[in-house]
């Protein structure tokens, strides 16, 4: 039980900072000419390709990332809290909490991702928790065919989500959300004008990332 209490503990923590941060945010100090900012509050260069592209990890806090941030917090606290009473006795407790740990951090690096890459990293990490949790009662074949059908499934959104992704950065030569975000940037607005089957590239890149989102829905 002492896995169940600490991870439902952290998660309230992190609950509790959500709500201190969006108060700060909305209430305090995120407006600055009566517009709310966009906040990088960490970033990390990761991976360098070559000098126009590199691969950071951050924090980027605006009013929708912080939004999600309280919602998902919330509801991971509530599944927490639940989740402690109803596994009670239950075997494999502590693999459960670990599981939904996983799960609760993967959302919570999805939705504070300073780039598009970093959210895709954070993607396929709740799909693999997602497979764990779908699968935890693995002596059971109907889980196990669930978790496995569950997996294949994302595995053909989640391609064409990468592939939406590396279209980008290859025209953009950036992940970044705020670059890719900037209205004047010509290598955006080259690729919304270059066609591929009728199509724009950007169209297309966008459907694709699409796919990703559409195939986790349907999981």
Do not use: C
Request: net charge neutral; proline share 1%; hydrophobic share 55%.
């Amino acid at each position: 039980r002492l896995s169940g209490l600490i991870s439902t503990v952290a998660i309230l923590f992190g609950g509790v900072l959500s709500y201190w941060t969006a108060f700060q945010y909305f209430l305090v100090n995120g407006k600055v000419d009566g517009v709310y900012q966009t906040i990088i509050a960490a970033d990390h260069e990761w991976l360098r390709f070559y000098d126009t592209l590199a691969i950071k990890m951050g924090v980027l806090l605006d009013p929708i990332s912080i939004m999600m941030l309280v919602v998902v917090t919330t509801v991971s606290s509530m599944v927490h809290i639940y989740s402690f009473g109803y596994m009670k006795g239950e075997k494999g407790f502590e693999r459960f909490f670990a599981f939904l740990s996983l799960f609760s951090f993967s959302m919570i690096g999805l939705v504070i991702a300073t780039n598009i890459f970093q959210m895709y990293v954070f993607w396929e990490l709740v799909g693999v928790s997602s497979f764990l949790l779908i699968g935890f009662y693995y002596q059971k074949p109907s889980a196990v065919a669930a978790s496995k059908k569950a997996f294949i499934v994302t595995r053909f959104a989640d391609f064409g989500f990468l592939v939406g992704i590396l279209l980008i950065s290859y025209f953009t030569k950036t992940f970044d959300f705020q670059e890719l975000m900037n209205p004047d940037n010509a290598a955006v607005a080259e690729m919304a004008g270059m066609s591929f089957m009728g199509m724009s590239v950007l169209t297309l890149a966008l459907v694709l990332i699409f796919m990703g989102g559409a195939g986790k829905s349907a999981m």
